[in-house]
């Protein structure tokens, strides 16, 4: 990824949007719905474990990533909780359930009539392997079961698993019914690092990559 052309397009669409939503006043915005008060501090402590491989075994390894989603979506006054299960429910096996408080949180990040049933997540920490194909694959069933909009944070992901992900965004319609909102939006750990250091808005950063992931054109980013 060229993090210098990120930093410069997600600052572009942050700085745009706080001027817009500052017409708005008393509306709800990602600019008064989210808190960084301390700099995202807690989140640089995890993100450095992570960057440190300072972990003992696999599931710690994989814990610190959910627990870095777990610390940014619990800024967003919207959200209420985020449960990290690692058990089966409903939709299998799933990292991130994110409870929100009201539905404008859709509309705060651009899903106006386009809201999906649930909010989801799979975290792969991986350090040397890229996210492949199959766990794409398995991402898009529970998407379509749960009619979720499933967010999926890897450190890179390989071209056939980003195929993947375009193809289900862009056809989706034509794969299941009612597939408002459904989506996949690919994060890596890269974006959450820029995110993190130069203390950007995560609500933002989240409907950025919401709009990016709808036609693929996150894909340049990847």
């Avoid at 995202?40 to 491989?53: M, N, Q």
């Avoid at 959200?79 to 299960?85: A, C, F, K």
């Avoid at 996210?131 to 071209?159: Q, Y």
Wanted: hydrophobic residues 35%; aromatic residues 10%.
């Amino acid at each position: 990824m060229d993090c210098d052309r990120f930093l410069l397009d997600i600052q572009d669409f942050i700085d745009k949007s706080t001027q817009n939503d500052d017409r708005k006043r008393d509306i709800l915005t990602c600019s008064n719905t989210f808190t960084c008060d301390d700099g995202y501090k807690s989140e640089k402590e995890i993100l450095a474990k992570i960057k440190a491989g300072s972990f003992k075994n696999t599931k710690e390894q994989g814990d610190l990533l959910e627990d870095l989603l777990k610390s940014l979506f619990n800024r967003m006054s919207l959200i209420s909780s985020l449960s990290v299960t690692n058990r089966d429910t409903a939709l299998g096996q799933i990292d991130i359930n994110l409870m929100i408080v009201d539905e404008t949180i859709y509309e705060i990040w651009g899903l106006i009539g386009d809201c999906p049933s649930c909010l989801i997540g799979e975290c792969k920490n991986y350090q040397t392997d890229k996210v492949a194909r199959p766990e794409i694959e398995k991402t898009c069933w529970r998407a379509c079961k749960g009619r979720a909009l499933s967010f999926f944070i890897g450190s890179s992901f390989k071209e056939t698993a980003i195929e993947e992900i375009g193809d289900f965004n862009v056809q989706k319609e034509s794969i299941f019914h009612r597939s408002e909102g459904v989506y996949i939006v690919p994060i890596t750990l890269g974006m959450l690092d820029i995110v993190i250091s130069y203390k950007l808005n995560f609500c933002y950063f989240v409907r950025w990559a919401i709009q990016a992931s709808k036609k693929m054109a996150i894909a340049n980013y990847l």
